[in-house]
């Protein structure tokens, strides 16, 4: 997929996202009307089952789209799968917002969502989406340069360290599905509460400081990236302007 297509297509899945979050308030007004449901508890119990299956949905339908171009995209600009794992994980982190957001509170409470988190691991997808719907890939004559590899191991350190400062939010949704399929009992998910919550624990300075410090690197090093890839299609006399 070139990045012309890649582009109206992350375009079309965001608009399709936020319209969805966005006018689900009247998506649910226009259901609860539709049915004449007679008001009260009735009209409150459909809101909420509409909440926790027409939410969900959208979000599976967004994140098969995302996963699909991104594969796609990688696979022409030559990168790494990885970033196809990454991108499920942001969208997973993000998960409370995508479906909590302007939801029905009954929706809400019956998905276990108490609390909806800030949405930080979003600006990672988006920068990363961003990025790809510019970048052309990477030439032969580039794969040998320190600082170009530099910079790709820079924007992996950032993007774990961000899922390491996030982890509650990406834990989450896993601990929703294997208590949903018997993965595990509820016994060893608060055993394994217990066991990670110190080690990630960090003062509350310092994980401010890092929540900055990882999207901003995180940016910067893909900003570098294509200013490189950028520089080498410019004529000499610009390139040699350019550095």
């Known amino acids: 997929m070139d990045v012309k297509s890649f582009r109206s297509r992350m375009i079309k899945l965001g608009l399709f996202m936020l319209i969805v979050i966005v006018g689900f308030p009247f998506i649910l007004y226009g259901l609860v009307k539709l049915t004449s449901c007679g008001g009260g508890g009735a009209c409150g119990a459909l809101a909420a089952m509409g909440g926790m299956i027409l939410r969900p949905l959208a979000l599976v339908i967004f994140a098969i789209g995302v996963s699909k171009a991104v594969v796609q995209r990688c696979l022409h600009a030559q990168l790494s799968r990885g970033w196809v794992f990454m991108a499920l994980l942001w969208m997973l982190g993000s998960s409370s917002f995508l479906l909590g957001s302007l939801n029905f509170w009954g929706a809400n409470f019956g998905m276990g969502l108490l609390a909806i988190s800030p949405p930080a691991l979003l600006l990672f997808l988006a920068v990363f989406t961003i990025f790809l719907s510019f970048y052309n890939g ?44 018997n993965v595990f009992s509820l016994q060893d998910i608060v055993a394994f509460n217990r066991t990670v919550s110190p080690i990630i624990s960090l003062a509350p300075p310092l994980h401010l400081v890092l929540s900055w410090v990882a999207p901003i690197t995180f940016g910067l090093t893909l900003l570098y990236i294509y200013l490189q890839s950028r520089q080498r299609l410019m004529p000499e006399a610009h390139r040699l302007g350019f550095q």
């Open 138 to 181: 990477e030439e032969s004559s580039e794969e040998g340069r320190i600082d170009l590899q530099v910079a790709w191991v820079l924007s992996w350190f950032s993007t774990g360290l961000a899922l390491f400062l996030h982890f509650p939010a990406v834990k989450d949704p896993f601990t929703k599905l294997f208590l949903l399929f």
